[in-house]
């Protein structure tokens, strides 16, 4: 599943850097004061982190930390922040592989059985934000897939489609059975913005606005469930991707006014500007991709439990191959 395809505004600051040099970089700095800085535990059991695996004391170990950065990204869905907390509907591991100078996502499905999710002995990935908020997500990440991830990126999913207008919209294929439940979404963030929805009148390709862009990329009930509905995500982020690739400094730096202050991280200031510096001094532009729970014949399967869907997965395959996929070997 390794593919060139990107998510999550953190990522696009960081393409941002890549594509418009060394002036890009004092830019960002400038507009860092931008970014809500959340500060977590970094202690090692609050995040349920394996100290025997990770050994900070360890050469091997500290080896693998200094050349793997992996950062939890949190896409969350809330109707109205003062009364929800919401749901990480979007979860992936990105990874700043300065070993093999590259830059790796991993996607995390939502919906995956996990254990240990706040006071519940098992429940889903997506309900340890409801619950204990990042450092949770965090913790659970860390135990149920044995991790070392440290710090979170997160953003608020509604705020999406302020991005997707930022860059002019996108130009999406919308099948004829996707348009009812598109618009569906539509009409709900229309509510909440106070706006004359702006439904689709048919499918077929055509350019999508942010609120329009926004609904599409919430898809779940067409197709293959959440598996296709995360492929309609990528599809979008790609283009938004696209599109900044290709402007001048002021556009860049207009977007990243747009983008800076929906994001919440644990991240200071300091780390984003040494990784993106890091980057863009090394000319790291390949990006891969995976997913877990993989493709591979059972490694994922439907379950039903008290009347509730899971996906349940095969712990020992999966994780072996996410680590050959973030460590490659490096890792022992």
Do not use: C
């Not at 539509?186 to 942010?210: C, D, F, R, W």
């Not at 979008?236 to 730096?253: D, G, R």
């Amino acid at each position: 599943m390794k593919k060139k395809k990107i998510f999550i505004p953190i990522i696009i600051v960081v393409a941002l850097i890549v594509v418009i040099g060394a002036g890009g970089y004092w830019t960002l700095s400038s507009k860092l004061s931008k970014v809500k800085t959340t500060k977590i535990s970094q202690n090692a059991a609050d995040l349920g982190i394996d100290t025997k695996k990770f050994n900070s004391n360890d050469y091997t170990s500290k080896t693998v930390e200094n050349n793997y950065v992996n950062i939890l990204l949190l896409g969350i869905d809330t109707r109205d922040q003062s009364t929800d907390t919401g749901r990480s509907d979007s979860m992936m591991i990105l990874t700043l592989d300065k070993a093999h100078k590259k830059i790796k996502i991993t996607s995390l499905m939502r919906d995956m059985l996990m254990n240990n999710v706040g006071s519940k002995a098992q429940d889903k990935l997506t309900h340890a934000y409801a619950y204990g908020g990042p450092q949770l997500s965090l913790k659970v990440v860390n135990e149920n897939l044995n991790m070392n991830i440290k710090d979170f990126v997160k953003v608020d999913f509604t705020h999406f489609d302020k991005i997707v207008d930022a860059v002019g919209g996108v130009d999406i294929n919308v099948s004829d059975a996707e348009v009812k439940v598109l618009n569906g979404y539509i009409s709900e963030v229309a509510k909440l913005e106070k706006i004359t929805p702006p439904y689709l009148t048919h499918g077929g390709m055509q350019h999508l606005n942010g609120i329009q862009a926004l609904g599409y990329a919430r898809i779940r009930y067409v197709g293959n469930g959440d598996f296709e509905r995360t492929e309609r995500q990528r599809t979008v982020l790609t283009q938004v991707f696209n599109k900044i690739s290709s402007m001048s400094l002021s556009e860049a730096s207009s977007t990243l006014d747009t983008v800076l202050s929906d994001v919440e991280t644990s991240l200071t200031k300091t780390d984003i500007l040494a990784d993106t510096s890091y980057v863009l001094m090394n000319n790291i532009n390949t990006m891969e991709q995976f997913r877990i729970p993989d493709d591979k014949p059972g490694y994922s399967t439907n379950r039903m439990i008290n009347g509730v869907f899971y996906l349940d997965w095969n712990r020992e395959g999966n994780i072996a191959d996410l680590h050959q996929f973030i460590f490659e070997g490096d890792l022992k």
